[in-house]
Antibody, heavy 121, light 107 residues
Framework: DVQMVETGGGLIQPGGSLRLSCAASGFTVSNNYMSWVRQAPDKGLEWVSIIYSSGNTYYADSVKGRFTISRDNSKNTLFLQMNSLRAEDTAVYYC???????????????WGQGTLVTVSS | DIQMTQSPSSLSASVGDRVTITCRASQGINNNLAWFQQKPGKAPKSLIYAASSLQSGVPSKFSGSGSGTDFTLTISSLQPEDFATYYCQQYNTYPWTFGQGTKVEIK
């Protein structure tokens, strides 16, 4: 079965750094496109970043230059390094798989349970 | 950025009702449109991709249509487990963007 478990969230002061992890099972992270999506408290969903199987990466403007998506193939794990954190980065962060087939893309077919990041002094 | 606008933002409906949610993109996105369902405290769940293709395991009471800029999600007969918030999302152009959500509540 496909499963993803996020860890690494917590309370962090503005300007601080945090690294989120998403440990996957049931599929190979490096063979798939993987993404991070966040949701601020009582707000809607916001796409954050994606990493292709090729290693290409894309980011939302709101996090570009501050966040870095990466993966560890040996651990089958996705990461999100978050630097220069701001209060507006407070959210539940989800990792999600983007299935890419010859017939087209299926975004976010599987999601993790999410990890809460709170940026506050 | 492509703006996704859902309507209505919320609706009240009864069990058995047919419900339609619309999603409009600020520019054409071909059929690169997905729909998600989210219940309180839970991760979103994929319902539809490519505007009208049902995700594996999703019941056929959910259907999607549209192309270009205008899309709809229809629930043919609302059941208690369908009361949730629904989001559309475009994946045609980065940055990917979501609609603001439509909360479906019990009348």
């Amino acid at each position: 079965d496909v499963q993803m478990v996020e860890t690494g969230g917590g309370l962090i002061q503005p300007g601080g750094s945090l690294r989120l992890s998403c440990a996957a099972s049931g599929f190979t992270v490096s063979n798939n496109y993987m993404s991070w999506v966040r949701q601020a408290p009582d707000k809607g969903l916001e796409w954050v970043s994606i990493i292709y199987s090729s290693g290409n990466t894309y980011y939302a403007d709101s996090v570009k230059g501050r966040f870095t998506i990466s993966r560890d193939n040996s651990k089958n794990t996705l990461f999100l390094q978050m630097n220069s954190l701001r209060a507006e980065d407070t959210a539940v962060y989800y990792c999600a798989r983007v299935l890419t087939l010859s017939s087209g893309w299926r975004p976010f077919d599987y999601w993790g349970q999410g990890t809460l990041v709170t940026v506050s002094s | 950025d492509i703006q996704m606008t859902q309507s209505p933002s919320s609706l009240s409906a009864s069990v058995g009702d047919r419900v339609t949610i619309t999603c409009r993109a600020s520019q054409g996105i071909n059929n690169n449109l997905a729909w998600f369902q989210q219940k309180p405290g839970k991760a979103p769940k994929s319902l539809i991709y490519a505007a009208s293709s049902l995700q594996s395991g999703v019941p056929s009471k959910f259907s999607g249509s549209g192309s270009g800029t205008d899309f709809t999600l229809t629930i043919s007969s609302l059941q208690p487990e369908d009361f949730a918030t629904y989001y559309c999302q475009q994946y045609n152009t980065y940055p990917w963007t979501f609609g603001q959500g439509t909360k479906v509540e019990i009348k």
